[in-house]
């Protein structure tokens, strides 16, 4: 299964700066092979597994397994052990898909099957489960750095519905107030926002402008309403 789980995940390059520096971890491109083997074990997992369900979607799929030869391997003693080999040829020898689907084939006839986990949510790798819990991450490493990170996204998501908060509360305020002065600059400085922050949000919707709002539009209406009114009343009056 080792060897399985080792041919499915891309080469890593591992690099530190120092002894004591976290590593940088550089991932080649999947090989031909890799890419076939786990397209195979992806709809392998989709399956349930099942792999009754898997051939009745690939219908070529069981033909293609179905070349293997065994050999009898004798023992010390009185017994000998019976090797099933998927396909007669040494691995090297074969294209890549057929390779894939060599290590297919020993992951299918394994009977620790069920201990392929992955890919893992965080770097994509397969791993060997240590306990039938572990779904999720191959590592209790790849477990933290994602659980570290979602923190980090929640604590910034509530700090910004704090300053839409602010924001909103502040151009309320401008508008009751009747101010003089431009409302983003106001309630930038009212609510400790800059302005190009009042803009983006207004531009992304996520604030309500005084202009935008119905009721102040309304107003605005009125008030050219009644400067036409006085206007015309003036003109009358000459
Ligand atoms: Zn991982």
Redo the contacts with the bound molecule.
């Keep these: 299964m080792a060897e399985l789980v080792h041919a499915l995940n891309p080469t890593r390059i591992v690099t530190r700066g120092s002894r004591l520096s976290e590593p940088d971890i550089k991932r080649l491109d999947p090989s031909p092979m890799q890419r076939k083997l786990r397209e195979l074990v992806g709809s392998w997992i989709d399956s349930g597994p099942d792999l009754l369900v898997m051939f009745r979607k690939h219908p070529s799929l069981e033909g293609q397994l179905q070349g293997g030869s065994t050999l009898l391997l004798p023992m010390r003693g009185g017994k000998a052990y019976l090797e099933w080999q998927p396909f007669p040829a040494t691995l090297s020898d074969l294209p890549p898909e057929e390779q894939a689907l060599r290590y297919f084939a020993l992951l299918i006839t394994n009977p620790l099957w069920h201990r392929l986990g992955g890919p893992?949510a965080?770097?994509g790798?397969y791993y060997l489960k240590n306990t039938v819990r572990q779904k999720t991450?191959?590592?209790r490493r790849?477990g933290s750095i994602r659980s570290a990170a979602e923190a980090v996204e929640r604590r910034r998501e509530n700090e910004y519905q704090q300053k839409i908060q602010r924001a909103q509360a502040a151009i309320e305020e401008w508008r009751d107030r009747k101010r003089r002065e431009e409302w983003d600059s106001w309630v930038a400085r009212h609510a400790k926002l800059t302005r190009h922050w009042i803009t983006r949000a207004a531009n992304k919707g996520k604030i309500t402008p005084p202009s935008a709002d119905p009721r102040a539009r309304i107003a605005s209406a009125q008030r050219k309403r009644w400067a036409k009114h006085k206007k015309e009343a003036a003109t009358m009056g000459t």
């Design positions: 893992c965080r770097c790798d991450y191959c590592s790849c």
